[in-house]
């Protein structure tokens, strides 16, 4: 290399690959945090190396999920309460992991942003590693984009990738039949699903993200920027103890959607609305809106984040676990003969 003119540079162009460098080494540590068996190599490399006979598996089928967190994140954004959306980004992707009945094995993460502000960017991918260590993944990888004029000052998009594992044979739904419980385990709130139609609310309502909750002692933006609850470990145990004949993460779609999907073709489920309380953060939205009940059922998780369809046999034993590792369980119905979901009772 010859010649001493000063030129222009990629920081010049708002690229700064020095602060890119100061990230990586920034969440080094909570990336360690999340390590595994089967972790070969992790950060810095071009790639990242897993070992699914060292992770305990001797036939073992793939099993891949990627999602984002959607306009959720618009409300981290303009409140700067950033720390959150990671663990609900891990949580998108790993819940829908175990429905097949996979181990979510490990996460990388796509972060992008206009400019890169590295303490903002380090609260993000710290609570993505923090996502990972609750559901007993390891975080091997991801990329931070900076691409100056794609996104406004301060604005960024998450996207993830989560690859799990079970062996041959255990994949989930199987053997669902008619009469088979519906043990329905409580949402942390409105997850990271509806969230157009939140900030709609929110704005018919004449409410600011820092103005006092209606129904809580927080902010408005912060009761709202509660993340997704993570199934994964309770879910493992209740299918590794058996009984558990499907699985169905209630994200976008609701109840009316989502469980439909693990049900064989020509059956269906009643629901019974009155097995639990519509908790306060829908009974509000549903005020503002004048929202019809078919709509919200459709529309948001309704206070049940995860269903699980088990033999009626095993739901009793299968409801101690998981409340012994702190779910709150609700029989909220039964498999049917007759296709589509019938609901009895009321939410609001």
């Given at each position: ?167 041959r044979g255990a994949d989930l739904p ?66 590794r103890a058996g009984g558990v004949h ?103």
């Amino acid at each position: 290399m010859t010649g001493s003119r000063n030129g222009i540079t990629y920081a010049d162009a708002g690229v700064d690959i020095d602060a890119g460098n100061a990230l990586v080494e920034r969440i080094k540590p909570a990336a360690k945090r999340t390590n595994r068996s089967g972790v070969m190599s992790g950060l810095g490399g071009f790639g990242a190396l897993f070992d699914l006979k060292a992770a305990g598996y001797s036939d073992p089928i793939l099993v891949a999920a990627t999602d984002g967190v959607g306009t959720k994140l618009r409300i981290a954004i303009d409140t700067g309460h950033v720390d959150g959306v990671g663990v609900d980004l891990v949580a998108m992707c790993v819940n829908d992991l175990v429905c097949q009945g996979a181990e979510p094995l490990f996460f990388l993460d796509y972060f992008a942003t206009g400019a890169l502000e590295t303490e903002k960017a380090a609260r993000i991918i710290e609570g993505i590693a923090l996502g990972c260590e609750r559901a007993g993944c390891a975080l091997i990888g991801g990329e931070t984009a900076e691409m100056p004029g794609m996104y406004p000052a301060g604005d960024f998009d998450l996207a993830g990738f989560a690859v799990g594992a079970m062996e041959r044979g255990a994949d989930l739904p199987a053997g669902v039949a008619e009469g088979d419980v519906l043990l329905g385990l409580a949402s942390d709130g409105v997850h990271s699903n509806g969230y157009s139609l939140v900030r709609k609310l929110v704005g018919m309502s004449g409410l600011g993200w820092d103005d006092a909750c209606p129904w809580s002692d927080q902010t408005l933006g912060a009761e709202l920027l509660t993340p997704t609850r993570l199934y994964v470990r309770q879910a493992l145990a209740a299918i590794r103890a058996g009984g558990v004949h499907a699985l169905a993460h209630i994200t976008g779609g609701g109840l009316t959607e989502n469980l439909p999907r693990v049900l064989p073709e020509g059956m269906g489920a009643e629901i019974d609305l009155d097995a639990w309380r519509l908790p306060p953060v829908f009974q509000w939205l549903a005020q503002t809106g004048g929202m019809a009940e078919k709509e919200l059922l459709k529309t948001f998780n309704c206070g049940i984040g995860m269903i699980l369809v088990v033999d009626s046999d095993r739901a009793q034993a299968l409801t101690a676990l998981l409340v012994e590792m702190g779910e709150i369980v609700t029989p909220i119905g039964h498999v049917t003969q007759s296709p589509g979901m019938a609901y009895r009772g009321t939410l609001l």
